[in-house]
């Protein structure tokens, strides 16, 4: 017989009740002090369950001290013991660990791959998100869920590309038209009218092409038609929300909102709805043919809506909050300034991108000149504006404001580009025969927008607390 714990002859052999295995007695013992389980199977034993079997006895003299051989032999073999009885419990332990192991690993596997599939679902279910709006309104299909499709349809390529051609064609021997400001009548400007404040919140204004119509409205959702020459509101639009973005369409006045929701008013009447984004509106440019209106939102995309039908025909997605957007003045490219400080252009009739440019913060503003390579660009927290070259795709001139600037906006002309601070409004000229700049007018208007009036010949700017300031030669 052997110690099933030992692996040596027994001197005072013992057998467990239970599982039939012969121990060292001095060795259970022990073991089932500390653990009260047989070494063997694990099963709970106690002292007596032990039976003790018959063998020879060997008597062994006590020895006196340790200093005799005899002692020194007892005293290690009570070292072999507790290290027979430490060796068997670290090898339980041992194969316990790894079977624990083994279970938190597979466990880990099996969340990882949890995560990675609902990553991937979220992902999945953010761009379906993204890339379905409904569009709907008095004059349009209410119920019809427009999925994105980033090409333009044939019929608007074909009006894309005859708008680009028409204008690219006349635009360097476009002349002046007759009676537009002068450098010296700009630089006479003054503060001639101011409205009370009319909507609190405004964020930007828009003037129809007669110049005497403003469109802007505020955080309590409605709109106004402001006439500059009568000095009153013509038309109050309801928008239901608060107003973020203005546009004209012709005579037809177009707001976006911070609901998602963009708005055709005609003679003060809600004619359609167009598009639904999933946050507000932050930008609308309209196409120099009339017939595509861009709307921008928070969502993190942009949308083209075909004007004749009211229906969302193409929607792109970007890595950013969009806050700005124009159409390029020939129609064919389309610029997209965002939160990351990136401004994307587009083809607009693919849908797909053609460039990004850096421009090291969030993009407020976006406005071209009819020259059609170079553009005005509004940095948020910047008091300059950067007036980039399309060909060259950098800054070409950086004009200072000397306070944080709004918003920008060019001329017809090319000639003259006004600028709307938080201290200023201010105007810059650009002289094509010297290639030189030169500042006509520095106004302590504080603005949150600015808009040429008709043949330059005035300036509105939009007011911080939601008026409006007309500044011209008195």
Known sequence: MLCAISGEAPREPVASRKSGNVFEKRLIEAHIAENHTDPVTGEDLAVEDLIELKSPQVVTPRPPNLTSIPALLSAFQNEWDAIVLETHTLKQQLAQTRQELSTALYQNDAATRVIARLSRERDDAREALSNVTISGGSASNGDAMQVDGQALPEELVAKVDETQQQLFSTRRKRPTPEGWATAEDISAFDLTTSSEPLYPGSS???????????????????????????????????????????????????????????????????????????????????????????????????????????????????????????????????????????????????????????????????????????????????????????????????????????????????????????????????????????????????????????????????????????????
Not at 281 to 294: E, K, Q
Not at 361 to 368: D, E, G, K, T
Not at 428 to 446: C, G, I, M, N, Y
């Open 204 to 474: 930007n204004v828009s003037l129809d092409k007669s110049g005497d119509l403003a469109l802007f409205g505020g955080a309590d959702g409605v709109a106004g038609v402001y006439s500059l020459s009568q000095a009153k509101v013509l038309q109050a639009l309801k928008a239901g929300s608060a107003v973020t973005a203005t546009a004209w369409w012709g005579q037809r006045a177009v707001v976006g909102t911070s609901a998602g929701t963009v708005k055709i008013f005609e003679n003060g009447n809600e004619i359609a709805q167009v598009g639904s984004h999933a946050g507000a509106v932050t930008s609308l440019s309209l196409h120099p043919s009339g017939r595509i209106l861009a709307s921008a939102g928070a969502d993190k995309r942009f949308a083209l809506h075909d004007l004749s039908t009211f229906k969302t025909v193409s929607q792109v997605y970007i890595e950013a909050d969009v806050t700005c957007c124009s159409f390029h003045v020939d129609g064919l490219l389309f610029f997209v300034g965002s939160s990351d400080g990136k401004i994307r252009i587009f083809d607009i009739k693919t849908g797909g991108a053609m460039a990004e440019l850096e421009t090291g913060a969030p993009v407020l503003a976006i406005s071209f000149s009819e020259n059609g390579t170079w553009f005005a660009v509004v940095n948020k927290g910047s008091t300059n504006v950067s007036v980039w070259d399309i060909r060259k795709q950098h800054v070409v001139k950086v004009l200072e404001s000397g306070s944080p600037v709004e918003s920008t906006k060019w001329d017809y002309t090319g000639q003259y580009l006004a600028i709307a601070g938080t201290g200023s409004v201010s105007v810059q000229q650009f002289t094509k025969a010297s290639k030189s700049w030169s500042e006509l007018l520095r106004k302590a208007v504080p603005s949150k927008d600015v808009a040429w009036g008709a043949g330059a010949n005035s300036l509105v700017a939009l007011t911080p607390e939601g008026g409006l300031s007309t500044l011209s030669a008195s």
